[in-house]
């Protein structure tokens, strides 16, 4: 029964618009760079490692849900931890060993990890390396700068370690536009103006706020527009707090 959960790798709620395909990475050579490390990295099929780092909403997570899904289109083994999984659904040092060569370990967030957690990642870091399996990181800082145990930190430096930058408006309003017509409008200049200079940068947390809009929207049986927007943030306020600026920690 363990080994049927374990095999649930991606999270039942999996959100197809985080796919390759739809990462913008807007004209930041950074992102195009890391983009290209990440595709060289699903091609090999022996141990190689990337460590992805940047602010909130610069794209981490989306690219390494995306990678995981990637690899499980084509049947091979991919997992994804986070901070939030359940000790229940990390594997064992002998999960990872017992895998052919080619699959991903993929770990979100690192900067949040538990004492557990870093502990059992040194494990798995290992076994993955033996295993010839890739390895896939994200945080928020650099390597050297988590507040992580040393011996973790040296293992998330010995691949590559390579920096997001956050999306620019020109992204986030391609980004923004393409949620609406995926449900059937557009959005007008004054309500795509209103979006990127009152709300987050975090592309996350617009997607969550485009579904609420939408909802509410047919709900009302009214077009998206800048009042119906604010009618709904004052119905929700803790969409204004989760997508406003000023929630976005670097």
Not at 20 to 37: S, T, W
Not at 66 to 93: F, I, M, N
Not at 112 to 132: C, H, I, P, T, V
Not at 147 to 157: K, Q
Request: proline share 6%; net charge negative; with cysteine.
């Amino acid at each position: 029964m363990l080994q049927t959960t374990r095999q649930q790798i991606l999270p039942l709620e999996w959100q197809d618009e985080r796919s390759f395909e739809n990462f913008d990475p807007g004209v930041q050579p950074e992102n195009a760079l890391a983009l290209q490390a990440l595709h060289d990295l699903l091609q090999q099929r022996r141990h190689s490692a990337l460590y992805l780092w940047g602010e909130t909403g610069s794209g981490k997570s989306h690219l390494l849900w995306a990678a995981c899904h990637e690899l499980q289109k084509q049947g091979r083994w991919a997992l994804l931890l986070t901070p939030q999984t359940p000790a229940s659904a990390w594997p064992d040092v002998t999960d990872l060993l017992a895998q052919q060569a080619g699959g991903l370990l993929a770990v979100d967030d690192a900067q949040q990890l538990s004492d557990w957690q870093q502990d059992w990642l040194f494990g798995l870091y290992n076994a993955a390396r033996s295993a010839e399996l890739a390895f896939l990181a994200c945080g928020n800082a650099a390597p050297a700068a988590l507040p992580l145990r040393t011996d973790l930190r040296t293992r998330l430096s010995w691949g590559l370690a390579l920096r997001l930058q956050a999306p620019d408006d020109a992204v986030r309003a391609r980004v923004l536009q393409r949620l609406a017509h995926e449900r059937g409008y557009s959005l007008s200049p004054e309500l795509l103006h209103y979006m990127l200079t009152h709300l987050s940068r975090d592309l996350s947390q617009l997607g969550v706020l485009m579904a609420a809009f939408d909802r509410y929207a047919l709900a009302a049986q009214r077009p998206a527009t800048v009042p119906l927007l604010k009618s709904l943030l004052a119905a929700q306020p803790q969409l204004l707090h989760a997508a406003s600026p000023e929630s976005v920690s670097g």
